[in-house]
Nanobody
Framework: QVQVVESGGGLVQPGGSLRVSCAVS????????VSWFRQAPGKEREFVAL???????RYRDSVNGRFAISRDNAKNTVYLQMNSLKVEDTAVYYC?????????WGQGTQVTVSS
């Protein structure tokens, strides 16, 4: 059974930093790309960042240069380091991994950027 668990969200002031984590179990972690998405109230869920098995990364334009995705295959964990946070980054952040054609999502972790 595949499990995806996000953690590390919280309240941070504009300009601050936060790191969220995504722990995965139940599949061969290092063989799968992992993505972060986010969903703000009243908005569609949107792609944030992706890390491939090779370590290659991709970002949405609005976070490029501020966010950094990384993975620790020994810990079956992906991280999203978020710097220079803006109010518009406020959302629930979700982690997704695809295994055998199935999308596995976590329950999400709330990130609130506010003064």
């Amino acid at each position: 059974q595949v499990q995806v668990v996000e953690s590390g969200g919280g309240l941070v002031q504009p300009g601050g930093s936060l790191r969220v984590s995504c722990a995965v179990s139940g599949l061969t972690f290092d063989m799968h790309p992992v993505s972060w998405f986010r969903q703000a109230p009243g908005k569609e869920r949107e792609f944030v960042a992706l890390i491939l098995t090779t370590g290659t990364t991709r970002y949405r334009d609005s976070v490029n240069g501020r966010f950094a995705i990384s993975r620790d295959n020994a810990k079956n964990t992906v991280y999203l380091q978020m710097n220079s946070l803006k109010v518009e980054d406020t959302a629930v952040y979700y982690c997704k991994i695809v295994g055998s054609g199935t999308d596995y999502w976590g329950q999400g972790t709330q990130v609130t950027v506010s003064s």
